[in-house]
T-cell receptor, first 114, second 114 residues
Framework: DAGVIQSPRHEVTEMGQEVTLRCKPISGHDYLFWYRQTMMRGLELLIY????????DSGMPEDRFSAKMPNASFSTLKIQPSEPRDSAVYFC????????????FGSGTRLTVV | KNQVEQSPQSLIILEGKNCTLQ??????????LRWYKQDTGRGPVSLTIMTFSENTKSNGRYTATLDADTKQSSLHITASQLSDSASYICVVSGKRGGADGLTFGKGTHLIIQP
C-alpha cells in the first residue's frame, strides 16, 4: 500500500483565493482525519469522517473551512477565502478505528497564504 | 482541561549520546499514550504505545516508560544516530480528549549533531 497520499505537497496562494487540499486514505480504513499543524499550537484535529460521513467538525476554525468525502478513497479540505493566518501544514490521516490505535498520516500539504 | 506538556521544547545532542524526552499529561480518565516520530517534511509515524498497565516498552533504541500515578511518560533514545533528528510527539487518549479522544503535545524538536 502506498500509504495516505496528499496533494499538493506545497501550495502558495494569495489572500482571498480558494484553496483545495486532497487526500487519498489507505484502502479499508474506515476513519479519515484532517489535522492542522503550526509551531504555536502543534497538531489540531479539524474534522473526521467515519465511512465517508462527517462525525465531528468542531475543530474547523471558521465557515471558510469545509471538508467533503464523496467516497471511501477521496477527501478534500477547502478554504474559501484563504487568509494569511491559515498558513500551516495540513495533514490527512486514516485509521481502521478511532482512538490512539495508530493513525497513518500523509506527508502533509504546506500551505502558505500571502 | 486535558493537557499534554512536553519537555524540553528542543534539544541538541552529539551523535552517539543518549537522551530522554519527557511528557506530562492531565488527561483523565486515561486510556493510553503513544509516541510519534515526525521527520522534517513528513507526517508523524508511531513509535510505541503504552497502556495503563505497562511501565516500559522498547522499540529498538527507543524505550518508553509510563508512570500512570504521576501521569508522566518518557522516551529514552540510546546511542543516538543522525537519523534520530526529528520532532517527537506525545499523544494521550482519554474519554474527555479531543473529538477523537486524543490530546496532542506540541512535541520536542531533537537535533543530533555529528
Amino acid at each position: 500500500d502506498a500509504g495516505v497520499i496528499q496533494s499538493p505537497r506545497h501550495e502558495v496562494t494569495e489572500m482571498g483565493q480558494e484553496v483545495t487540499l486532497r487526500c487519498k486514505p489507505i484502502s479499508g480504513h474506515d476513519y479519515l482525519f484532517w489535522y492542522r499543524q503550526t509551531m504555536m499550537r502543534g497538531l489540531e484535529l479539524l474534522i473526521y469522517f467515519n465511512n465517508n460521513v462527517p462525525i465531528d467538525d468542531s475543530g474547523m476554525p471558521e465557515d471558510r473551512f469545509s471538508a467533503k468525502m464523496p467516497n471511501a478513497s477521496f477527501s478534500t479540505l477547502k478554504i474559501q477565502p484563504s487568509e494569511p493566518r491559515d498558513s500551516a501544514v495540513y495533514f490527512c490521516a486514516s485509521s481502521l478505528t478511532i482512538g490512539n490505535y495508530g493513525y497513518t498520516f500523509g506527508s502533509g500539504t504546506r500551505l502558505t497564504v500571502v | 482541561k486535558n493537557q499534554v506538556e512536553q519537555s524540553p521544547q528542543s534539544l541538541i545532542i552529539l551523535e552517539g549520546k543518549n537522551c530522554t524526552l519527557q511528557c506530562n499529561y492531565t488527561v483523565s480518565p486515561f486510556s493510553n499514550l503513544r509516541w510519534y516520530k515526525q521527520d522534517t517534511g513528513r507526517g508523524p509515524v508511531s513509535l510505541t504505545i503504552m497502556t495503563f498497565s505497562e511501565n516500559t516498552k522498547s522499540n529498538g533504541r527507543y524505550t518508553a516508560t509510563l508512570d500512570a500515578d504521576t501521569k508522566q511518560s518518557s522516551l529514552h533514545i540510546t546511542a543516538s544516530q543522525l537519523s534520530d533528528s526529528a520532532s517527537y510527539i506525545c499523544v494521550v487518549s482519554g474519554k474527555r480528549g479531543g473529538a477523537d479522544g486524543l490530546t496532542f503535545g506540541k512535541g520536542t524538536h531533537l537535533i543530533i549533531q555529528p
